[in-house]
């Protein structure tokens, strides 16, 4: 392998421990303080659920009045003796057409969701950096003196299971808006049905609780990752005592 090459890859291992003990002792303290002033704001703090309500646009048709007589003398003729042609007569409502041709999303949670994903693809990322900055401070495997390594090891665990929740977030935004419209379009079918009216206003309530609730669990993932880190830094950075340096 070239010289250049491997001269680098160190030049890279040796920028990400830089940047990833500087996210740890600035950028994590910053980010804290920004999601406790982002919960404090009025889109988060005490917000009442009927905040986040929207009209679906959906109007109520008026009802279809069947009539099975064929007209002209007034008897009903036995259905056998119809014509082949003739379509069949089922009770239902009018073919009605949306106002504004379409079901908008909720456009108050939408909002939320544009402040929220930034975050949770930040969390992402930092995770992934602390992931990579404590594998390359592991030291290769030797006999006894792993007590550090074993510290190394559970806060990478500990990371990896942040980034795997992180991750899930993201999930859970996108089955929202799947849910949302299995039910909307069953308003769309079935509009005289109320419940189906207000599953969906249920379904936005609870979102925007769970959105709430996101950014809290992002702010204390913060805050448990910078904990663990800060708490065991000398033996994440020197996982072996001074007598055992030269093994690694």
Known sequence: MPSDTIAKVQDYKDSLIKKAEQLITQGFPEKIVQLNELLATPMFYERKFSDVHQDLNIPVPDPVLV???DGGDGIDKPSAKRARTEPPLVSGVKVMYLPTSSVPCNAPLCE??????????KLVEDSNFLKMWISFMIPKIE????????????TLAEIQTVETEAAAFFDQISRYFLSRAKVVSKVAKYPHIDDYRRAVVELDEKEYLSLWLVVCEVRNRYSSLHDIVTKNMEKLKKPRSSNAEHLY
Do not use: C, L
């Not at 939320?112 to 693809?121: A, G």
């Open 112 to 121: 939320m969701i544009k402040i929220v994903k930034p975050i949770i693809r």
């Open 67 to 69: 009539n099975n007589n």
């Open 143 to 154: 006999d006894g003196n792993n007590f550090g390594v074993s510290i190394q090891e559970d």
